[in-house]
Structures are given as C-alpha cells and as structure tokens.
C-alpha cells in the first residue's frame, strides 16, 4: 500500500512539475509572439504614415530618450530603496545577534561559577570522611550536566559570531552595492537633465510651427485617425492571440486529460489547474474606477475640439512628472512615441476593452508587463509637442471610444 501511495504522490508531482514548465514556457512564448506582432504592427503604421512632416516628430528622439531616462532612474530609485532596506535589515539582525550574544556570555559566565562552586571532589576522600555516596553519585552527575550544557553554549557562541562576521561582510558589499547604484543615479540624473535641456532647445525652435499646425483643420483628425487606425488593429490582434491561447490551454488540457487517464494508478487525480479569469470582468468596474492622474479636467469626451473634431478622451490638466496610475489590471500592448500622441501607452484589460494615456514625459512600462490597478505606469508631461502639461486619456471598447466619466468615480 505504501508503494503504490509513494508511486502515486510521485506521479502526481511529476505530472504538476511538467505542466508548470510547460505553461511557463508557453506563456514566454506568447509573450515573444506578442511583442514580435506589435512590432509588426508599428512597422505597418509607420510605412502607412503621410508622406508631410510634423514639426513635432522633431522632439520625437529627444522625447523617447527622456523616457528612457527616467525609466532607468525609476529602476534605480527602487533598487537603492531595496538595498537600504536590505541594510535596515542587516543592522537589525547584527543589533538582535549582539543581544544574543551578550545574553550568551552571562550563561556561560552562571555555568562557569556553578561549576567552580561544584568543583569535582576526590572520591576517595569523601568515602574515607564518610560522606553519603548517593549525594556524592547527584553531586557528579550536575557536574556532567553543567560541562554538556558549557559545551553546547560556547558551540552557540561560536556560531554566534560566524554570523556576525557574515552579516558584517554582507552589510560591506551592500554598502559598495549601494554606492555604485548613487553614481549610476548622478549620471542618468544628468543625462536627463541634457536630454530635457535639448527638448527645450528643440522646442524653442519649432514651436511656432508646432502651434500652427495644431491650429491647422484637420490636423487634429489625422491624428485621431492614426490613433484609431492602431486601437482597431491591436484589438484585432488582441482577439487573435487571446483564442490562439484558449485553444492552446484546451490542447493542453485535453493532453493532460489523457495522459491522466492512461497513467492513472489508482483513485482519481486531483485538478490542480485554475479556472481563467472571469469573461468581462473589466465591464464590472463601471462607474468605480479612478481616474489615471489627479487634476483638472479641461478636455471632455464629445466636446468639440480647437481644430477640429471632438473629444475621443478626456485631457488631464496635471503637473510636470505626476504619477501616471493604471485604471485597472492588465498588460501592456503598446509603449512608443507617436505622433499628436507623444509617449503613448496602451493597456488592454481583457473582453475587448483598452485604456490609452498619452502627452507622457515618461513610460515605465514596456510591452507584454502586467499591471494592477493602480501601478505607476508612467509621468505626466507635454510630450507630442502639446502646450500644456497633463495626460490624454481614453476608454476604448472593441475600438469604440468610451466616456470615461461614465466609468470613474470622482468621490
């Protein structure tokens, strides 16, 4: 019986084992089909382009490179906070083994004084004095204990002390860690400063001509129409790749139904799989979600636009640099610069619905991470040459814009 029971529990692991290396294996591999697809994807848009410049593509490569530099310096804020939390750590575990330490030492020093009051006595010459031998046999006997129990806490002394020289040389390299990640800030810090210093530069000379084309009939559709061009194709790719990776699950499933079934060795094999995420989860957060970035609100949805057009979002009137948050859980599908847009993120939530934030200074994101609600995903700012600082945000629904007002809660 135990045999087969062993026999059991091993197949059981190894079956569990094969399966989460090959879910992790396919989820990698969706993630490279993904990223390979967008990419397409951007290459199309791209060569479908109108051949006339913008004057605002000029601040495209200083605008990607700004991005780029704070996301570096987003990474190594969070890496010096984790390594000086690490260090909190470090100093309160040497701070505890001291006070083990020295609670040690008063031990020993008690079982030292013990022992030297219970020095061994010559046998011999309490049995010629005529002492009772069964309190000379316990007298002995607390002498053993006593010397076990010194052995054993100077064993713990010196064990001790191994850890302390331990964390000490882990608190040095932590400390060299540390200061290798502040010289890395300085310089990332300054090429920000240069890369911002030349947008200004750029800036100062186009921007007569960004205003005017801004002003220009039109202008402001084309734009849209390459937002839309894009929401529309990355729903359909969406859609694709979600029913290529339902049928792979129901493949993998079926296999492993099989499988089960022929090595089945006695009993029924428990299901270990979780169930997906419920179909349209997302359209249960209407009228509950929060609004991506804290400020006024000086564009709304359907109003019309200067230039032409209406609101497809809302624009978010918000400082330099404020936290870009996630209106909820999902992955990003797109993180690049594009035109009238700036440094544009999309995330999409699953059912068919995306949100999109765009006029970013930075995007801290890349395509294929996952996100929760409320995660910094980027920084408020002007990029796409826009006047003033904030945040474009858009609801989209199997490419139909939404209200977002109608879905977020201002209480």
Known sequence: MRILLFLLLSFCAAVSS????????????????????????????SANE??????????????????????????????HARLQGTLRELAKSARDLEGTLAQQQKQLERLLYRQYLQTAPDALQLALNGNDPNQLARD????????RAR??????????????????ADAKDKEAELLAVRARQETEHANLVAQKAERKKILNQIAGKIKAQKQEIGNL????????????????????????????????EERARKSAGKNRIA????????????????AKLKGKLRLPVRGQISGRFGAPREGGGVWKGLFIRAAQDSEVKAIAKGQVV???????????MIIDHGAGYLSVY??????????????????????????????????????????????????????
């Open 18 to 45: 094969a399966q989460g290396t090959g879910e992790i294996a396919d989820k990698k591999e969706d993630l490279k089909e993904l990223r390979g697809r967008i990419e397409t994807l951007k290459k199309e848009l």
């Open 50 to 79: 109108e051949s006339r410049v913008d004057a605002a593509d000029q601040l495209k490569q200083s605008e990607e490179h700004i991005s780029a530099a704070q996301r570096q310096l987003l990474t190594l804020k969070q890496e």
């Open 140 to 147: 002995l006997y607390y002498l053993v204990i006593i010397a």
């Open 151 to 168: 052995g054993a806490l100077l064993s713990e002394m010196r064990a001790t002390l191994a850890r302390q020289k331990k964390l000490a």
């Open 221 to 252: 559709q084309r734009d849209e129409k390459r937002l839309t061009q894009l929401i529309d194709r990355l729903t359909r790719l969406l859609a694709e790749q979600a029913k290529s990776a339902a049928k792979k699950k129901k493949d993998a």
């Open 267 to 282: 009993g029924k094999l428990e299901n270990r799989a979780l169930p997906a995420a419920a179909s349209g989860s997302f």
């Open 334 to 344: 797109y993180a690049e610069w594009m035109r009238g847009f700036g440094n544009l």
């Open 358 to 411: 765009g006029n970013n200074d930075a995007l801290y994101l890349q395509v294929g991470d996952q996100v929760e609600g409320g995660d910094t995903v980027g920084a408020a700012g002007t990029s796409g040459g826009n006047a003033d600082s904030g945040l474009y945000f858009e609801l989209r629904h199997q490419g139909r814009a939404l209200d977002p007002m109608q879905w977020v809660s201002l209480k």
